[in-house]
C-alpha cells in the first residue's frame, strides 16, 4: 500500500520488490545484489544492481546507490549497513520503472525528513512551550536536552514530550 505525502505516492522498498517477483515468471531468474562501496567509521555507501531477465538470455540492469550516517538517527547507529543497502535496492528498482508516483521509496522520504535540521519555526514553538509548561530550573535542564537535538525528530519528539506535560 502506498504511503501517501503531501498527494505524492510512495511505495516502500519491500513492495516494490514484491511487485517485481508478482510481475515476473516463477521461473525468471531475478537476481538483486548490493556492494559496500565504502563504509568507515562514519559513513557506509552501498550499490544494488537489479537484474530483470528479458527473453532468453537477455536482461536488463538497473542500479541504485545510497549513503548513510551511522549518526543519523538512532536506527543507524546499529544499522547503517542495512538502511543503506534497502535504499539502494529501492532506488535501482525505481530506475526500473518500480515507483509510486516518486523516485524515492517513502523508507527514504522518512528518513531524509526526520534527519533535516530543526526549521527556526520548530525551535521558536519549543522555546514557547518551554517557557509555557516549564518552571525556572525545569527549563534550564530541558534547554541542555534541547540543544542536542540535531534533528526535526529530535525537536519532534521533545515537543510532544512537552506537549504531554
Do not use: W
Not at 122 to 145: A, C, H
Amino acid at each position: 500500500m502506498p504511503v501517501n505525502i503531501h498527494g505524492k505516492e510512495y511505495f516502500t522498498v519491500a513492495e516494490r520488490v514484491l511487485q517485481l517477483h508478482s510481475d515476473l515468471k516463477r521461473e525468471d531468474p531475478l537476481e538483486i545484489s548490493t556492494k559496500i562501496i565504502h563504509c568507515d567509521e562514519k559513513t557506509v555507501v552501498m550499490k544494488a544492481t537489479v537484474r530483470i531477465p528479458l527473453e532468453k538470455d537477455q536482461f536488463r540492469l538497473f542500479t541504485g546507490h545510497a549513503h548513510e550516517r551511522f549518526d543519523a538517527n538512532h536506527i543507524n547507529k546499529t544499522s547503517a549497513v542495512e538502511n543503506c543497502e534497502t535504499s539502494a535496492i529501492g532506488r535501482a528498482l525505481a530506475a526500473a520503472g518500480y515507483i509510486g508516483s516518486e523516485y524515492c521509496s517513502a523508507d527514504e522520504l522518512v528518513n531524509a525528513v526526520n534527519n533535516q535540521e530543526p526549521s527556526m519555526k520548530q525551535k521558536k514553538f519549543l522555546n514557547d512551550l518551554m517557557n509555557d509548561k516549564l518552571s525556572e530550573e525545569e527549563r534550564e535542564e530541558f534547554i541542555i536536552r534541547a540543544k542536542k537535538a540535531k534533528t526535526q525528530k529530535d525537536i519532534s519528539s521533545l515537543i510532544e514530550e512537552l506537549k504531554a506535560r
